[in-house]
T-cell receptor
Framework: AQKITQTQPGMFVQEKEAVTLDCTYD???????LFWYKQPSSGEMIFLIY??????QNATEGRYSLNFQKARKSANLVISASQLGDSAMYFC??????????????FGEGTQLTVNP | KAGVTQTPRYLIKTRGQQVTLSCSPI?????VSWYQQTPGQGLQFLFE???????NKGNFPGRFSGRQFSNSRSEMNVSTLELGDSALYLC?????????????FGDGTRLSIL
């Protein structure tokens, strides 16, 4: 079974608008971390934001926020005030405990975001 | 603070050859992981090293191997290269191996097999 599911292969947003990228996950491990990464066409993977399974509040980092709904097992990324430079592939990833998966990152298939001027 | 450095950035090899990729983690980071990214399979975990010990290995054949040195720098080696090994190889480092530790990635090595 897929551990990380990103159902939106591609998304389009107008510059300065907000956009939500969906991510659902599957784990029975009570301790896990959820991460979002941005990958521009040049290839580097840029860490954006982290949410821990025990965190009570949603994570925020500048224009990025994470809408964490634990009961639904979803961790959607919200980008506010989109900029042209936000155009990239976005990956949701999960890191479970060492006992469960040896602390590897498991990635979703990604969402290609295009910001239109 | 310098980021994760991977060398070389690009590499072209032919079938049957072998290749060694290098990764220098962020200073102070002791965990290094390697991932393979292809259009068909996405991002797949290769292996993880911590304090010179391989802690975890993904589902790849024995042709893929790696090691970590005492300064936390890591190398991965692929022997008897196949066309399907063409991919972007990404190295990531983190301070520790707990689930709350983000992994920070290098720019990757793009390997092409002719």
């Amino acid at each position: 079974a897929q551990k990380i599911t990103q159902t939106q292969p591609g998304m389009f947003v107008q510059e300065k608008e907000a956009v939500t990228l969906d991510c659902t996950y599957d784990t029975s491990d009570p301790s896990y971390g959820l991460f979002w990464y941005k990958q521009p066409s040049s290839g580097e993977m840029i860490f954006l934001i982290y949410q821990g399974s025990y965190d009570q509040q949603n994570a925020t980092e500048g224009r990025y926020s994470l809408n964490f709904q634990k009961a639904r097992k979803s961790a959607n990324l919200v980008i506010s005030a989109s900029q042209l430079g936000d155009s990239a592939m976005y990956f949701c990833a999960m890191r479970e405990s060492r006992e469960t998966s040896g602390s590897r990152l498991t990635f979703g298939e990604g969402t290609q975001l295009t910001v239109n001027p | 603070k310098a980021g994760v450095t991977q060398t070389p950035r690009y590499l072209i090899k032919t079938r049957g050859q072998q290749v060694t990729l290098s990764c220098s983690p962020i200073s102070g980071h002791r965990s290094v992981s390697w991932y393979q990214q292809t259009p068909g399979q996405g991002l797949q975990f290769l292996f993880e090293y911590f304090s010179e010990t391989q802690r975890n290995k993904g589902n790849f054949p024995g042709r893929f191997s790696g090691r970590q040195f005492s300064n936390s720098r890591s190398e991965m080696n692929v022997s008897t290269l196949e066309l399907g090994d063409s991919a972007l190889y990404l190295c990531a480092s983190s301070f520790g191996t707990d689930s709350n530790q983000p992994q920070h990635f290098g720019d990757g090595t793009r390997l092409s097999i002719l």
